[in-house]
């Protein structure tokens, strides 16, 4: 099956620093790449896509400047938080779509971030 | 019973009876519809899937009903087990136009009393 990763699983910075999260298509190539956040008891978000070799596309609210997205390869692709604050801790899921006709889309385990 | 809470509407069933988890979707030019499992601190898990061709589709215990009248699915998991206890999340897509994303609907809190 398909295997997405991500990494750090878990973060705790402080307020004002950047975190950059990690995410792996391990055994597919990934044309797309899907950012989501979710809070406590809420669903996923989509926060932005990201196609290979080009720039994200991201949803309305969600701050370009502010969380970078870097979809540098066809098997990985980088979310950074910038100047992170506390009302940006969060679940931040990422998922992958294999190339092709297929839709499916393949969901990492997700990176809790605690901004203190 | 099943009670709506701040966000996320919980569903209580006792271990052994059938769960029945509904969602209603909000784009009739969705065409590709995906149930998820996520539990505490994981990812979402995928469950199953319908086209919206099919009204009806059965897995392993469990069966996803598509309306599309009526813009609803549903999830039925049969002789609900603890281990079922989790978040449930619908998701659409129209596969037609484009690369797009899933869209997740809501959520419901599935809790199994043993």
């Known amino acids: 099956g398909a295997v997405v990763s991500q990494h750090p699983s878990r973060v705790i910075c402080k307020s004002g620093t950047s975190v950059k999260i990690e995410c792996r298509s391990l055994?597919?190539?990934?044309?797309?790449m899907f950012w989501y956040r979710q809070f406590p008891k809420q669903s996923l978000m989509l926060m932005a896509t990201?196609?290979?070799?080009?720039?994200?596309?991201?949803e309305q609210g969600v701050e370009k400047d502010k969380f970078l997205i870097n979809h540098a390869s066809l098997t990985l692709s980088t979310l950074t938080v910038t100047s992170a604050h506390p009302e940006d801790s969060s679940f931040y899921i990422c998922s992958a779509r294999r190339g092709g006709a297929s839709n499916e889309q393949f969901f990492g385990p997700g990176t809790r971030l605690t901004v203190l | 019973g099943e009670s709506v809470g701040l966000h996320l509407p919980t569903l209580s069933v006792q271990e052994g009876d059938n769960s029945i988890i509904n969602c209603a979707y909000s784009n009739s030019a969705s065409d590709y519809f995906i149930w998820y499992k996520q539990e505490s601190g994981k990812g979402p898990q995928f469950i199953i899937d319908i086209r919206s061709n099919m009204d009806k589709r059965q897995g392993q215990r469990v069966t996803v009903l598509l309306n599309k009248t009526v813009k609803h699915l549903s999830l039925q998991i049969a002789a609900t087990q603890p281990g079922d206890s989790a978040v449930y999340f619908c998701?659409?897509?129209?596969?037609?136009?484009?690369?797009?994303?899933?869209?997740f609907g809501k959520g419901t809190r599935l809790s199994v009393i043993a």
């Open positions: 055994d597919f190539q990934a044309t797309t």
């Open positions: 990201s196609n290979e070799g080009s720039k994200a596309t991201y």
């Open positions: 998701a659409e897509i129209t596969t037609n136009s484009g690369n797009t994303p899933l869209v």
